[in-house]
């Protein structure tokens, strides 16, 4: 396995290197790039499986890579700061590091990696690399309040929920939040042990289900702890195939 680090401190990337040297030793360092336009001029000409960037670099930000060039190679960002996460979680965002981070979080990062690698080294197209980074399971959500954003984990989450075009996340601790994606996006993104599509407007946590009842013309009513804003019915066609999630039965 080739990777890329693409830091420009010297302390963080002889620390980055020394974490990969441990945790992987199989995996091949071919370079580190310091700058946009080095990494820009890097990836015009090789390839690589990973790349480790920085988020700010010596002469800019690191997104303007991906505005120059098509950058297929999954990305595990890392940074001092925060408030870039949204951006990075837009691109081919493997995992999000804020520094300092330690080898458990990298290792963590690495496993992540490997799955969706793996998953396509079974792909017939390589266009199925990309969907797979599009899609993969979401283990927590970045949340914006105010001026500030913090993490949700996902397995915290009783709910999603949308009203009027505005999409929910209630957590099992009664609190809610707006996010910016579809139920859609959130229906590939999900684990699909833990959540299921419960009815149209609504996506449930098995733990947050507090009670299942047999409802008229064959439907299911379920109950929710904490509550979910409205009633939530389960279709006649969608009965048997939640009924095999609940029992634990996957597809």
Known sequence: MK???VEDERFAYEELKRMMTKLRPDYVLEKQTKTV???IGFLKAATVDLILMDIRLADGSCFE?????????????TTAYDKHAIKAFKLNSIDYLLKPF???????ALVKFENIYHSQAHATDPKDFEQLLSFKTKNR???SKGENYHYIETADIAHFYSEEGVVFLHTLHNKRYIINYTLEQLEQQLDKRLFFRVSRNCIGNVKAIENVAKYFNSRLK??????????????????PDFLKWMDGVME
């Not at 890579?65 to 960002?77: A, D, E, G, L, R």
């Not at 409205?230 to 009965?239: N, T």
């Open 65 to 77: 890579i991906f505005n120059h060039i098509k950058v297929s190679t999954p990305v595990i960002f």
């Open 102 to 108: 330690d080898e458990h979080e990298l290792a963590t």
């Open 222 to 239: 379920l109950s929710f702890a904490p509550e979910c804003p409205h009633e939530v019915l389960v279709s006649r066609i969608r009965v």
């Open 37 to 39: 336009i080095d990494t």
């Open 3 to 5: 990777y890329l680090i």
């Open 141 to 143: 959500f970045l949340i």
